[in-house]
Structure formats: structure tokens, C-alpha cells
């Protein structure tokens, strides 16, 4: 506890450390006799810091009392003391509260009065009966006060004892606004809703944003970070300020710069502890051993969830003191009952309860847990409490629980089973069999969402020196799909026939799925040699399945499967979900894989004839099918052949499969796969919804090659709205996934959105210039699936650009794409291309076959344009009557798809056109017609007479006549003058007339 006056003049210019800075010395102490220890600027704060400085503003109508309320780490205790330096109007007084002094009735009250003594002029009071403490604790800080400004900042006020934590609530609540005393307290999260606290304003600290938590690293690392390193430091303090600075003092330079790998755990007991401070100590022998119990309970759930009340209860009739806390009237204050569940306050308390337990006691609070399950009959669970009783190596317990976790009759989670995985490992004296479960360990993680866990265990797998090829497979695995996931796709790519290759002899099976997640790698980056290269090295290993399987050799060799003979129904199970499995023995490959090989491989071998058969039998597989890999492979196959009704069946059958019995990580490329058939389909709305979540199931499982897609299909669905900053910044970020991870397919996508929302807005030579890189064929092009589906926009925007002879050139290359038959808009498209360059004695009945073309595949979007330009051009010929007709209709249908930039388009033609009444303009455009206030709008923007004439299809010399009208009709002499005057109605009214 301090007391301390601060002089009138302004603060020192220091900033805190974000976890508990030194206190300031009292006027009576010595100097310092060392320097103190750096301290780091508070570093995204900027709402607290203003929030704080608000209450201690007299002259503000703030109230006078502010809560601070968060976990452990975030920066109470920094911010009060920030706020006590910064406080110049008159004296401080701070009182940080003790647990060691919460059981005494009045200490906090009496704490408070001893810093008041040591205020100038300051005099002892009497110490009051709790029954009139909340009135003597308001006179008192009146007193104290005397008139002048006084801040008081109680630190910790949750840890006050009864009596005077009611006293304080009471006198906070009872501060006039105008008055002198102002006061600030500190509380842990749960406890900003107790009734001591009720009725006060509560600020709630949250974790750090990544920017704040980056310059904070960057600050507290004495020396360069490794990227990666940085990564896992920022993943693992998640947004924690105190966390990551212990995690760096812990580190060396070394481990820093990348040149050595990270501690395993990267928390270490003492880094916790320090950042939970008094929260671990302090407690009574019983109190810690419940908290330990609750603590240890909770290893084996999802975080967030709680232990089992009735668990606790029966293990603590067995852990000694822990029964005592429990019969006693309170809780400690860290602990919470709620809907028959023990929560500790969040995770870092929890822990740092149990890494600081001592190892004896820790093992046996697991002992206690184990036999409780045991007697309840969780075979499972009980397995794993007692792995954790156990100290040293134990071998048969470690077969044990790696069999349990590789049965899939086991009713376990993903994640339950990844820790039973590094529980054996841990058990293991064997440096091969320790690799094996840390590898199956890595993919278990992997499937559940957690990929940075996956990455640190499959890094720890390979520590062990030699290894056999399986094991180096299935690690190479695991780094490949982790690559694929999240990171370059060509690296993916190399790992993944890495592993295809060293699987091959003892686990073909599996080594045909790393060839096919290969092949799905240079997919992503536009390679498609790559992909077909990729797809004939599996197919090589499909062939060595089968002869292994007639000759019974597949996987006889291997100990994991000698050692668990009860294992083999887990091999279908690992191939439906992707990833290896270490007690998996090698299966012979059904048909879907083998179907989805011959008919991908084909298709990119340009034999269409064969590849038709194969990709449907994959898309029939599809209703047999449970599994979301199996179920991705028929979803790709489906938009192959350019069924996407089917696609979107499959992707929504994908996405219910996934959610109901995972992997969790499958998710949000179930997700993808449904938003962008939806989106060929123009089911925009729905399409950008599945997109929207998608992205967030993405960003949560660390899936950024993912995420980048989503950006993209939600760039793309917004490009056919008025929404060109949406579109911006999605195509943004999916550019900048893609470009650093070679994802050449998604850097397609995202420049298409912004090619056609330039086209959308008016603007085809923009338009041109974007779209016209990603139609051109080879490794400078767009990728090589998707720019087929580029080039209607890039024809009507190069006409409309004067670029006819450009866009002639690719409609020849898109008629052979149209007889394929992969997209159903396809043959309608190609008619309206070649409307678009033909001669006008031919174009007319080239527009007529694409709406009867378009009839007949449906999708509003795409007709509704092809409407849109045919209308143009009848008007253009002053066939007047059936440009209404067609521009009305396309009207209607890009407002039924939520086309509204395009739907502009529409009542721009029908107002110039003479079919529809003007909207209201200001000012003199009031006197310009339609026509000569879209050439106008034109003009201002920056537009020749030329470009004006290509964008609204008419001559240029009928450009000139109308602009000297306009001219005329404005009063204005010059381009410069006509931008002025249009500038202003335009932005009142963005919609062109």
C-alpha cells in the first residue's frame, strides 16, 4: 500500500510497462540506487487512456468513479498508474489490495486511512465499526480532500475484505460529479458484476489488437525476431501484454533470431507466474488444492468449458484439503459455480495454477480425478488423468493410451485425442515410437482447427535424429497440408510429394492422398504441368496399392500395427479425413480417389471424352459419401463439368457433414466450395453470407490460403453492387494471401471482382486494362481454370474500349471452353460475345440466341446483361420501342440479384432512351437532357470526347454536338469549369442519370 503526493506541475514523460510497473516512491523514500528496468509505452490503449483521463477532467460532466475490470496481464495495474502520474491537479492516493489481508474485517478501509495519513497536513483518524464504515469511508475522502482536487486509485479493490469492499461501493456510488475526490479502482474480470461494484461505470479491458501486440514485441526483444518466431510469441499471448513480455525475458537471442527451436511448453511455470502475480499464491493449503483440482479437471475439455462439478466434488473427498475448501461458506474468489460446472477466472489463471502446482501434488489431483472417471466408466478420459499421475517413462501405459486415441469407437474429440497422442509420446523412451505419436499428435491438431499446434508438434517429431521413411512421411505430410493451409502453395506442393514418395513402400494408401493433396497444390498456384506431374506420381502409387494389396504386403512390417492388432477399421477413417494416421495400416484405394485421379488428370491432358465419365462417377460418389475430403473432391468435380445445382448440393451436404462429425478443420473449405458455386449460379446474397462465415471459420482454424478465397468469392459478390470499397477490400487482402503464397487461382478471382466492378461503374477502359492480363494464356496469364470465366467481361469491356480486335482473339478461345460444357452460361456468353464484335447486319440475331440461350440455363445476372447491352444497341439504332423492352427487363432482374451498380446502368439507358422520367437534379443541370448530362458526368470525370463516345455507344462526332450544347446551357468555357459545377450534384446524388 502507497501513499504519495503528487506536485501540480505536469507528469513525468515515462510511460508503464503493461504488467505491473514499479509503484512510485513516496517523498520520504531514498533515491534509487540502480536504474529501473526499461519500460515499454502502452500500446493500443488509446479508448482507456481517454476514458481515464476523462474522469480525472473536474471540469468535465464525466462521472466521477470508473471501473477497471480484465484478466490478469491486460494492464490494470499500468493504467492506474499511468493515470496517477498523469493526474496534476492535487495529491494521489494508491492502495494496492492484498489477499493475505482479505480475511480481516476493515483492512482495506484501514489501508486507505494509512495512505491519507501520509497526505500534507494529513491526520490520523479513527478506524470505524463495519456498521457505519460506508459513512465514516465517504466523509473521510472528503476530508481528505479538503476542497482540492484528490484522485484515489485502489488497485485490486475485488481482494478487499467484506465490510470494506460494501463501504467502498457505497462511498463510490455516493461522489458528487462536481465534487474534488475522483476515484479509480481495479478489479478482475468476473468480479466487475459483484453488488459491491453494481451501479459503478466499468470499463472492461480486452486483449491487445495484433498491430498493439507487434509493436509491443517489437519493443521488448532485445535483437531481430524471427517471423516465425514472432508468430508463435503472438499466437501464444493472444493479445496478452504481460504474457508476451515474459515470454521474451524467457527467451535468448538465439531462440529469438530462429537460429534455435523454442522451448517446449513455450509458458513456462515461472513466465506464468509472474504474469498472474498474486493470483496462484496467496490461497490457504485447501483453497489451492481445489483450485488445482478444478484446474487439472479442466485439462481434458474444450477451454472456456469448465470442470465438472459432481467430478470435483468426488475427487476431492480423495484429495485431501481440497474438501475443506469446498464445505467452506466461500468460494475462492478466482473460482465460479455455474450450471454444474467449476470455471477458473479464464485461462491464464488456469494455468498458472496448474504449472505451478508442485509435481507431486499435481499428480496426485490427476490420481484423484482418474479414479473418480474410472468408477463412472469415461475409459477414456480416466486414461488420460492417469498418463498424468504417472512420472518418468512408462511404455505399456503409452501403447495404451495411443491405442485409445487411434480407435475411432472411442468417443473422444480431435483435440482429446492430439494430447493423449503427446501424452504417450512423453511416456515413450523410444525416439522412433515418441516421432510417431508426436506426428499423429500434429495431425489429430491439425484436423481440429489448431494449426499452430500441429506445427510446433510436427517440428518436435523430427528433433529425434534418424527416423524411418514412414515416420519422415507422415511428418512431411502434416507440414505439407499446414503449407497448403497456411503458407506457400509451392512448398506445400515439394512436402507433399515428399511424403509420397517416403510413403510409398510401407503406406501406399496414404501416399495416393499426399499425391492428390499435391496435385491440389500446384492447383492453387496455376501450375497446371505441376498438377498433372502431381496426379501421374499418384496414380503410380494407386497402382502399387493394388499390387501390395493382392500380394497381402501393405503395412505388414510396421510395428504400430503389430502392437495394435485392433486398429485396421481406423485406415478408412484416416482416408476420409485427409490427414495420416499413425495406427493406420495401409488399405487398398476405393474408387472415389482413383475415379477423382483418372478424370482430373485427363481434363488437364485437354481429353475431354475420358475425363467426362470419370468426374461424373466422382460427382454420383457424393450421396454415398460422409466424409468432407471425399465430399470436396465430388463439390470439384461437379464445377468441373459445370454442374453447379450439384455443386451446391454437395457443398452444403460438405458443410453439414463437417459440422456434425468434423473435422473442425474442414469447415471453412466446405464453406468455399458452397459459397463459390453459389456464386456461379448468381446466388449472390446467399453466395457472400457462406463467404462471410467462412472467412471468420478461416481465421479462427489459422487457414489464410483459405481465408484468401473467401475474400476473393466475397470481392467478387460484391462487385456487382455499388460497393467499390467492399471491393477493394477484399480483393486487397485476398491479393495479399496470394501474392506472398503463390495462390495464383485466388489472385484470379480477386482481380476479376475489381475488373468487373470497373465495368460495372462505367468504366471499360479500366475495365480492359485489369482484365485483360488474366486472359492471357501461360504463366504471365490468369490462372488456367479461371480465366475461361474472365472472358465475357473482358470482351464487352474491350469493346466498349475500342478494342474490338482484342476481344475478337479471345472469343475463339472461349468458343472452345462453351462446347465443353463446363459452364452452363457458357454457350449464352459466347453468343453475346460474338454479338459484341460482329457486324451489325449479324448482331442482332446473335443477341436474340443468347437470350434464348440464356433461357434456358437461367441465372438473372448474366441474362439481365446481356439484356443490358442488347438494349444499347437497339437504341443505338433508334429502334426505340424494343430497347424500352429489353432495358426494362434487365432492369428488373439486376434488382431482383442485388445488382445495383448495374441496375444503374439499366436506368441510365432507359432515361436516355426516353422510357423513364428524369430523377430530380439541382441547380442549372436541370436544363441539360438525359443524354447531354451523362456526357457531361462523363466529362467531369475525366474522359475524351473519344472515351465518352466508346462508353455510351455513340459517335464521336454526336459527343461534340452535345457537349456544345452543354456548354451552352451551363454558361461554362472549359473542361476545369463543367467539373466544378457537376462535381457537387454528383456527390449528393452518386447514381448517374
Known amino acids: 500500500m502507497t501513499g504519495r503526493t503528487n506536485a501540480p506541475q505536469s507528469p513525468p514523460p515515462r510511460s508503464p510497462a503493461p504488467q505491473s510497473p514499479p509503484q512510485s516512491p513516496s517523498p520520504q523514500s531514498p533515491p534509487p540506487q540502480s536504474p529501473p528496468p526499461r519500460s515499454l509505452p502502452l500500446h493500443g490503449r488509446s479508448a482507456e487512456l481517454a476514458a481515464l483521463s476523462a474522469v480525472s477532467d473536474l471540469s468535465g460532466p464525466d462521472a466521477p468513479v470508473l471501473v477497471l475490470a480484465g484478466d490478469p496481464g491486460l494492464g490494470r495495474t499500468a493504467l492506474i498508474a499511468w493515470a496517477a502520474r498523469s493526474f496534476a491537479a492535487g495529491p494521489v492516493l494508491r492502495v494496492r489490495a492484498s489477499r493475505a489481508e482479505s480475511a480481516l474485517p476493515l483492512s482495506g478501509v484501514h489501508a486507505l486511512r494509512c495512505a491519507a495519513d501520509g497526505l500534507p497536513g494529513g491526520r490520523t483518524i479513527g478506524v470505524p465499526d463495519p456498521g457505519t464504515a460506508p459513512e465514516w469511508l465517504l466523509r473521510s475522502l472528503t476530508d481528505a480532500a479538503a476542497g482540492s482536487p484528490l484522485l484515489v486509485c485502489v488497485d485490486d479493490a475485488h481482494l478487499w475484505d467484506a465490510p470494506s469492499r460494501a463501504a467502498l461501493g457505497f462511498a463510490a456510488r455516493r461522489l458528487p460529479a462536481a465534487g474534488p475526490v475522483r476515484l479509480l479502482l481495479t478489479v478482475a474480470g468476473p468480479h466487475a458484476s459483484d453488488p459491491d461494484f453494481a451501479a459503478l461505470p466499468v470499463l472492461t479491458l480486452g486483449p491487445l489488437p495484433s498491430s498493439a501486440m507487434d509493436a509491443l514485441l517489437d519493443g521488448a526483444a532485445y535483437g531481430p525476431v524471427d517471423p516465425a518466431v514472432r508468430a508463435e510469441l503472438l499466437d501464444e499471448a493472444q493479445g496478452n501484454p504481460a504474457l508476451l513480455r515474459a515470454l521474451v525475458a524467457g527467451l535468448s537471442a538465439e531462440e529469438l533470431s530462429g537460429a534455435r527451436r523454442l522451448p517446449w511448453p513455450l509458458p513456462d511455470a515461472e513466465a506464468l507466474r509472474s504474469v498472474a502475480g498474486a493470483q496462484p499464491a496467496g490461497f490457504s493449503a485447501a483453497a489451492f488444492d481445489l483450485l488445482l483440482l478444478v484446474a487439472a479437471a479442466h485439462e481434458h475439455d474444450p477451454e472456456g468449458v469448465g470442470a465438472d462439478a459432481d467430478l470435483v466434488r468426488g475427487a476431492a473427498a480423495r484429495f485431501g484439503r481440497a474438501r475443506t475448501a469446498l464445505d467452506t461458506d466461500r468460494l475462492p474468489d478466482v473460482l465460479a459455480l455455474s450450471d454444474g460446472r467449476f470455471r477458473l477466472a479464464g485461462p491464464l489463471i488456469r494455468r498458472a495454477v496448474h504449472a505451478c502446482a ?164 500446384a492447383w492453387a498456384t496455376g501450375d497446371s504441368v505441376a498438377c498433372l506431374r502431381a496426379l501421374n506420381a499418384a496414380d503410380r ?207 484470379t478471382l480477386a482481380e476479376w471482382a475489381s475488373g468487373r466492378a470497373d465495368l460495372g461503374r462505367g468504366r471499360p477502359f479500366e475495365a480492359a486494362a485489369r482484365l485483360g492480363p488474366l486472359v492471357r494464356p501461360g504463366p504471365d496469364g490468369g490462372h488456367f481454370a479461371v480465366r475461361m470465366l474472365v472472358m465475357p467481361c473482358y470482351v464487352e469491356a474491350a469493346v466498349l474500349a475500342g478494342q474490338r480486335e482484342d476481344a475478337r482473339a479471345v472469343v475463339e478461345e472461349f468458343a472452345l471452353w462453351a462446347r465443353f460444357g463446363a459452364d452452363v452460361q457458357a454457350p449464352a456468353q459466347l453468343a453475346r460475345c460474338r454479338a459484341l464484335v460482329a457486324d451489325a447486319d449479324r448482331a442482332d440475331a446473335l443477341y436474340e440466341d443468347a437470350l434464348a440461350l440464356h433461357a434456358q440455363a437461367g441465372g438473372d445476372f448474366e441474362q439481365a446483361r446481356t439484356r443490358l447491352l442488347y438494349g444499347k444497341w437497339l437504341r ?88 456544345r450544347k452543354v456548354f451552352a446551357v451551363l454558361g461554362v468555357r472549359s473542361r476545369v469549369e463543367l467539373s466544378r459545377m457537376v462535381e457537387q450534384p454528383v456527390r449528393e446524388s452518386p447514381h448517374p442519370a
Open 876 to 963: 443505338r439504332r433508334r429502334r426505340l420501342r424494343e430497347a424500352g423492352g429489353c432495358l426494362r427487363a434487365a432492369l428488373v432482374a439486376f434488382e431482383r440479384c442485388g445488382a445495383r451498380i448495374w441496375a444503374e446502368q439499366a436506368r441510365a439507358e432507359l432515361r436516355a432512351n426516353g422510357a423513364a422520367p428524369a430523377a430530380a437534379r439541382a441547380g442549372a443541370l436541370d436544363g441539360l437532357t438525359p443524354q447531354q448530362l451523362r456526357i457531361a458526368r462523363c466529362v467531369a470525370e475525366g474522359a475524351t470526347n473519344r472515351e465518352v463516345a466508346l462508353r455510351l455507344a455513340v459517335s464521336t462526332r454526336t459527343v461534340d454536338y452535345h457537349l
Open 358 to 521: 508442485p509435481p507431486d501434488r499435481r499428480r496426485a489431483a490427476h490420481r484423484a480425478l482418474a479414479r473418480v472417471l474410472e468408477s463412472e466408466g469415461h475409459g477414456f478420459v480416466a486414461l488420460l488423468h492417469r498418463a498424468w499421475s504417472v512420472a518418468g517413462h512408462a511404455p505399456p501405459l503409452a501403447d495404451q493410451l495411443s491405442a485409445a486415441a487411434a480407435d475411432p469407437r472411442v468417443a473422444a474429440s480431435r483435440a482429446q485425442r492430439s494430447v493423449a497422442y503427446v501424452r504417450a509420446a512423453e511416456l515413450t523412451a523410444d525416439p522412433r515410437e515418441r516421432a510417431e505419436h508426436l506426428t499423429s499428435a500434429a495431425g489429430q491438431a491439425l484436423l481440429a482447427g489448431r494449426a499452430r499446434v500441429a506445427r510446433r508438434l510436427v517440428g518436435r517429431a523430427v528433433d529425434g535424429g534418424a527416423l524411418p521413411a514412414v515416420v519422415r512421411g507422415r511428418s512431411a505430410w502434416v507440414r505439407g497440408v499446414l503449407a497448403l493451409r497456411d503458407g506457400p502453395a509451392a512448398d506445400a506442393g515439394e512436402a507433399l510429394l515428399l511424403a509420397r514418395s517416403l510413403l510409398a513402400a510401407d503406406d501406399p494408401a496414404h501416399a495416393l492422398l499426399a499425391g492428390l493433396a499435391a496435385a491440389e497444390a
Open 541 to 747: 502409387t494407386a497402382v502399387a496399392t493394388a499390387t501390395a494389396v493382392v500380394h497381402g504386403r501393405a503395412g505388414a512390417d510396421r510395428p504400430a500395427v503389430r502392437r495394435a492388432a485392433g486398429r485396421a477399421s481406423v485406415a478408412r477413417a484416416a482416408t476420409r479425413s485427409g490427414v495420416p494416421h499413425s495406427a493406420a495400416p495401409a488399405a487398398e484405394p476405393d474408387g472415389l480417389p482413383r475415379d477423382y485421379l483418372n478424370g482430373m488428370r485427363a481434363m488437364l491432358e485437354r481429353d475431354f471424352g475420358r475425363a467426362i465419365p470419370w468426374l461424373r462417377r466422382v460427382v454420383e460418389h457424393a450421396w454415398e459419401e460422409d466424409g468432407p475430403e471425399r465430399l470436396l473432391w465430388s463439390g470439384a468435380a461437379a464445377l468441373l463439368l459445370g454442374d453447379v445445382p450439384a455443386a451446391c448440393r454437395i457443398g452444403a451436404r460438405t458443410l453439414a457433414t463437417a459440422r456434425s462429425h468434423g473435422p473442425e478443420a474442414a469447415v471453412p473449405r466446405a464453406l468455399e466450395l458452397l459459397a463459390y458455386a453459389e456464386l456461379r449460379t448468381g446466388q449472390h446474397a446467399r453466395a457472400r453470407a457462406h463467404a462471410e462465415e467462412g472467412l471468420r471459420a478461416a481465421q479462427r482454424y489459422g487457414q489464410s490460403n483459405v481465408a484468401a478465397h473467401h475474400h476473393a468469392v466475397l470481392a467478387l459478390a460484391a462487385s456487382i453492387a455499388d460497393e467499390s470499397t467492399l471491393v477493394a477490400r477484399h480483393a486487397d487482402a485476398a491479393l495479399t494471401t496470394a501474392r506472398r503464397h503463390g495462390l495464383m487461382q485466388a489472385a
